[in-house]
């Protein structure tokens, strides 16, 4: 079966701090990975994607995310946190260009200053 | 970036009445167009591929005659909630894919619909 899992709820990290978001992936056939962000009301932006090659993908606003086939892991990190990264943050998987997407239930970050 | 608009962004109802959600793509053409539903704290889980033309595929368990879906032009997809009850309050939104040009590798989403059926 099809599944993602983002083991933290809520995360609260300092500005200015580092910042990893876990995900997890379970994918029957060659998995599309995505991280989104969701701010209150918005709808969801994409951050990043990978679908083949190097296994370190940068994104925007500074992200970048690791696949790591062999811990079926698609992780998010940022080096220094601003205030507004404070959003939702979703991984997916799924076909190849956001079909059909599977989704995480969510990671909330707060960053406190 | 392309613009995928959802509207209405937020929307109350008497239980029994029905609810239309639009979801538009402003600048590209879409030929699929996906539903998808939240529940609170929940993972955003696929409803029906929404094909231009032709009728929706739906997931399983999802409902085909409570969550009717047309796809009348590549650039309009909508969502009918029928006869809503408190159980279908739901975060829905809506993504679409830019088919133009090669290289079109993601699906864009809309904002996004609240729905609370009181």
């Known amino acids: 079966a099809q599944s993602v899992t983002q083991p933290d709820i809520h995360i609260t990290v300092s500005e200015g701090a580092s910042l990893e978001l876990r995900c997890n992936y379970s994918y029957g056939a060659t998995p599309y990975l995505f991280w989104y962000v969701q701010s209150p009301g918005q709808g969801l932006q994409l951050l990043l994607k990978y679908f083949s090659g190097d296994t370190l993908v940068q994104g925007i606003k500074g992200f970048e995310a690791e696949f790591k086939r062999s811990q079926s892991s698609f992780n998010l990190r940022k080096p220094s946190v601003h205030w507004s990264d404070a959003a939702e943050y979703f991984c997916a998987v799924g076909a190849r260009y956001g079909n059909k997407l599977v989704f995480g239930a969510g990671t909330i970050l707060r960053v406190k200053s | 970036g392309a613009v995928v608009s959802q509207h209405p962004s937020w929307v109350i109802c008497k239980s029994g009445t029905s609810v239309k959600i639009e979801c538009r793509s402003l600048?590209?053409?879409?030929?699929?167009m996906f539903w998808y539903r939240q529940f609170p704290k929940q993972s955003l889980m696929l409803m029906a591929t929404?094909?231009?033309?032709?009728?929706?595929?739906?997931e399983q368990g999802v409902e085909k005659d409570k969550f009717l879906i047309n796809h009348a032009s590549l650039t309009l997809s909508t969502l009918t909630v029928t006869s809503a009850h408190p159980e279908d309050s739901s975060f829905y939104i809506c993504?679409?894919?830019?088919?133009?040009?090669?290289?079109?590798?993601?699906?864009?989403f809309g904002q996004g619909t609240r729905l609370t059926v009181v």
């Open positions: 929404s094909n231009e033309g032709s009728k929706a595929t739906y």
């Open positions: 993504s679409a894919r830019d088919l133009g040009g090669a290289g079109s590798t993601e699906a864009f």
């Open positions: 600048d590209f053409q879409a030929t699929t």
